[in-house]
Nanobody
Framework: QVQLVESGGGLVQAGGSLRLSCAAS????????MGWFRQAPGKERERVAA????????YYADSVKGRFTFSRDNGKNTIYLQMNSLKPEDTAVYYC???????????WGQGTQVTVLL
């Protein structure tokens, strides 16, 4: 089992940037496919970005392509989500997740709030 802790959320003006971090303990992250999800009030959880265990396969939701970048630092056992050109519709609680594939996740962090102001 891997434990995940997100950080880096906060308030930002539209057009601004934030970088979310997800630090892992218990297992090394390169044993897992990793993903970032978000859930806005009253909406279903949405997969935002994902990367395969090998690192060769990546996925971005259409709504964030060209604005968000997923990266991992195996030495720090941490993944990141760089979010640029933020929009009010990006407001949500963001979660990182680990699992066997980019479509299957069974370890979740507690979430970090991102609020984008007009």
């Amino acid at each position: 089992q891997v434990q995940l802790v997100e950080s880096g959320g906060g308030l930002v003006q539209a057009g601004g940037s934030l970088r979310l971090s997800c630090a892992a303990s218990g297992r090394t992250l390169n044993s897992y496919a990793m993903g970032w999800f978000r859930q806005a009030p009253g909406k279903e959880r949405e997969r935002v970005a994902a990367i395969s265990r090998s690192g060769l396969g990546t996925y971005y939701a259409d709504s964030v392509k060209g604005r968000f970048t997923f990266s991992r630092d195996n030495g720090k056992n941490t993944i990141y989500l760089q979010m640029n050109s933020l929009k009010p519709e990006d407001t949500a609680v963001y979660y990182c997740a680990a699992g066997p594939t980019t479509m299957s996740f069974n370890n979740w962090g507690q979430g970090t709030q991102v609020t984008v102001l007009l």
